[in-house]
């Protein structure tokens, strides 16, 4: 895979931590 | 805009006379800024020469007679190819017909000179374009306009133009104003019509205007969105400053700035809407995703012709699963319901625009509370949480001759950029917030 792509994928997935942390916190369950 | 209306059709100025004088301003500048990906000369005389005909006949004129506009290289105009930014469309068939907007300021009697540089498609803070060039800031051409709306910014900053279309998705418009020191207003969200506008991601793509005068802004907004100016105006005006997300990783003097608009209202709370970090990042999911849907096609069959970076972040974000989709909706939905509560309590909420002022084109990053990051993906760090929720949103320049610019945002209720427009008088009147020529400008136009 192209070093730009993983690059893009790895910021993508710290992003979706953001949410996913942020939406543990509002359901108060972890996911 | 209005002198130059009232003197177009006073007969006191030709707008002949006018589009000249704006087309040679254009040649002599917009070597050293790459704001035009195309000029429209005939065509600006041609209807520059229909006006005339109009006034020397008696004919009544248009709200925008004579004014010179150009427009995001993303709008349709009819006879001309809608880049985007994109060397992949540069053989695609030219426009059957103007965008809606495109057709309301000429029908104002507003004169189309030309298209304006962008990030590729509209992704992107910085209008560093791999086909098109880097547009440069007018008030240090070693800095980025912002973007991805940078040519529209730039070329209003240093005077080529008095008007320009951009538009902002995640912070487009306001962005790239903040950093030329320019009015940028985000309308709400489906305020303005989109026929004709190279879409990116429809739930959130507006469009607006770039005005060095607030004036020149209403005056354009409501000749964009067919209103008159209301009747009754906002007399008392409750002003909330955003903190947390938004005071945590930005310049200091953005954060005074909006204590300083804050103090012009009187006694303004610090508010926190909790989400907002959650939020950036949900936008920036959805607009992977669905910008990399949108484009998935084309990307099969031509990804060589793709911006390598532009290209490398619709891959990434076509593989990102249903389930984080959702996810960011949920986060989307949850912050949306903080700030409209917000917003049911306060009539204006204010914000800085960008982190930082602009980055030198060389470095490509800015300094987010002590951790270097990419100008081109987050410069909208403030602009970016605001957009999910369709509010209209006018990022105004803090008043800071011989520094460089920075904008700050005030955000209102859907539907209320008339109240944003009060509240921004308020503070031109102050002497807070207005446009201060580069000296870019002086050198080498007047030379």
């Keep these: ?31 | 805009m209005h002198d130059i209306q009232s003197a177009v059709s006073g007969k006191e100025i030709s707008a002949m006379s006018v589009v000249d004088t704006c087309l040679a301003r254009i040649k002599a500048s917009d070597a050293h800024l790459n704001c035009f990906t195309h000029l429209a000369t005939d065509s600006a005389r041609a209807q520059a020469r229909e006006i005339d005909q109009k006034v020397a006949r008696g004919d009544s004129v248009g709200a925008l007679a004579g004014v010179p506009f150009g427009v995001k290289d993303l709008f349709d105009v009819a006879g001309e190819v809608t880049h985007a930014g994109a060397r992949v469309r540069l053989t695609e068939p030219a426009a059957e017909e103007d965008a809606t907007l495109v057709a309301r300021l000429k029908a104002a009697d507003a004169i189309y000179i030309g298209r304006l540089n962008m990030d590729e498609f509209a992704y992107g803070f910085a209008t560093v374009n791999a086909h098109f060039g880097t547009t440069r800031n007018p008030y240090d051409t070693d800095r980025l306009a912002g973007g991805s709306s940078g040519g529209s910014a730039a070329s209003v900053a240093a005077g080529l133009l008095p008007l320009t279309l951009g538009s902002d998705t995640n912070g487009s418009v306001r962005v790239p104003a903040s950093l030329c020191g320019l009015f940028g207003l985000r309308p709400t969200h489906e305020a303005l019509p989109m026929q004709g506008v190279f879409p990116f991601i429809e739930q959130l793509d507006t469009v607006g205007p770039f005005t060095q005068t607030l004036g020149d802004m209403v005056m354009a907004y409501r000749a964009l969105a067919n209103r008159h100016a209301p009747s009754d105006r906002d007399t008392s005006i409750r002003v909330a400053r955003l903190g947390g997300w938004f005071r945590s990783n930005g310049d200091p003097v953005g954060a005074a700035g909006v204590d300083a608009i804050g103090a012009a209202f009187g006694n303004t709370p610090l508010i926190e809407l909790p989400l907002a970090e959650a939020a950036r990042s949900a936008a920036f999911l959805i607009t992977a995703k669905y910008g990399g849907l949108l484009h998935q096609e084309t990307l099969q069959h031509n990804a060589m012709g793709y911006d390598p970076a532009v290209r490398d972040r619709l891959v990434a974000g076509v593989a990102l699963s249903d389930s984080k989709v959702d996810a960011a909706k949920a986060i989307i939905q949850a912050f949306n319901r903080q700030l409209q509560a917000a917003l049911s309590e306060f009539d204006i909420l204010i914000a800085p625009t960008t982190p930082s002022v602009a980055p030198k084109i060389s470095d490509g990053w800015i300094d987010v509370g002590g951790r270097r990051l990419s100008a081109r993906a987050n410069l909208g760090l403030f602009t970016q949480p605001l957009s999910v929720a369709g509010v209209p949103i006018l990022s105004v320049p803090l008043k800071r001759p011989g520094k460089l610019p920075l904008g700050i945002q005030l955000i209102s209720r859907k539907h209320a950029e008339e109240s944003l427009f009060n509240a921004a008088a308020r503070l031109v009147k102050d002497g807070l917030v207005g446009f201060t020529p580069p000296q870019f400008e002086l050198q080498d136009v007047t030379s």
């Design chain 1, 1 to 31: 895979m192209a070093k730009g792509i993983e690059t893009n994928l790895e910021l993508l997935e710290t992003h979706y931590a953001i949410v996913a942390a942020a939406l543990d916190k509002l359901e108060g369950e972890p996911r």
